[in-house]
């Protein structure tokens, strides 16, 4: 039974995990800023086979720390270990090569559509990987983006980068061209969210700062209804890894375990959220 389905057969929301950056090194024992990552992976992927609701699983980028190919073979081992039955969608990070995310993850359960229709919901999984460690949305990925969304059913963005600051050093590798973005978001009511990793951090953020970096004229928010879009909220998403401690100005590592943020996606546009911290 397909998750459109089983959404329409018992009115439940679907329930989808985020999970982001697990920085993996060829050698299982690979540690980053003290921590083992491939453990935490494990830890975070036993936690999400324990919850029988999840629907679907969202892996939003930067799987490996040492670039190696060991690290994606890595990854995909883990998964097998824990068991995980639950499809798997996928994106780059800017660690990663879209061409090994491909070839490591052409198997069960994992699935390469970037477009995942559900029932009264899409989800977009929107590339945001550059030539640097900041991100970019491509023009040819916005205007695909606005190809493709069905105005019909209520929309989820993920990606990797952020495209609103949080106010530490990884800002300085956030998205880079925020008010293309934001010009075409601010275009759909049915925008309901954006989901990111990259931060190593749960928040939650909305766009009308966006909107000050944009700087959007009055004319730039009028749409058929002549009303300003809806609030649209940032979540970002601990990492599986390591969570960044915001007041250094580089990468260190706060005291804490890994983590993955669930959605629950309502048929009637609602989006509800919880954290989980292991």
């Given at each position: 039974m397909s998750l459109t389905d089983k959404d329409?057969?018992?009115?439940?929301?679907?329930?989808?995990a985020q999970i982001t950056d697990s920085h993996l090194f060829s050698s299982p024992t690979g540690l980053h800023h003290g921590h083992n990552v491939l453990e935490n992976l494990k830890k975070v992927l036993l936690s999400l086979c324990d919850n029988l609701e999840i629907d679907l699983i969202v892996f939003t980028g930067d799987l490996t720390q040492d670039h190696t190919e060991q690290s994606y073979q890595n990854?995909?081992?883990?998964?097998?270990?824990c068991n995980v039955t639950v499809p798997i969608y996928y994106l780059a990070g800017n660690h990663d090569e879209p061409e090994l995310l491909d070839k490591y993850f052409a198997g069960s359960p994992f699935l390469p559509n970037k477009d995942i229709s559900i029932s009264h919901w899409q989800v977009q999984l929107l590339d945001s990987k550059s030539a640097t460690p900041a991100g970019y949305v491509r023009q040819q990925a916005l205007v695909q983006l606005k190809t493709v969304i069905d105005q019909s059913k209520h929309q989820l963005l993920m990606m990797h980068h952020h495209p609103i600051d949080v106010g530490y050093f990884i800002d300085k590798h956030g998205l880079q061209n925020k008010a293309d973005f934001w010009h075409v978001i601010n275009e759909y009511s049915n925008i309901k969210a954006i989901a990111c990793g990259?931060?190593?951090g749960a928040m939650q953020l909305t766009n009308p700062l966006a909107r000050q970096v944009c700087k959007l004229s009055k004319k730039t928010l009028r749409t058929k209804s002549s009303k300003e879009p809806e609030i649209v909220t940032l979540y970002t998403c601990p990492a599986t890894s390591i969570q960044f401690d915001?007041?250094?100005?580089?990468?260190a590592a706060l005291a804490k375990g890994p983590g993955y943020r669930l959605f629950y996606l309502h048929a009637?546009?609602?989006l509800t959220t919880d954290v989980v911290a292991l």
């Open positions: 329409h057969l018992n009115n439940k929301p679907v329930v989808l990854f995909v081992d883990c998964v097998h270990a990259h931060v190593h915001p007041n250094v100005d580089g990468v009637d546009g609602q």
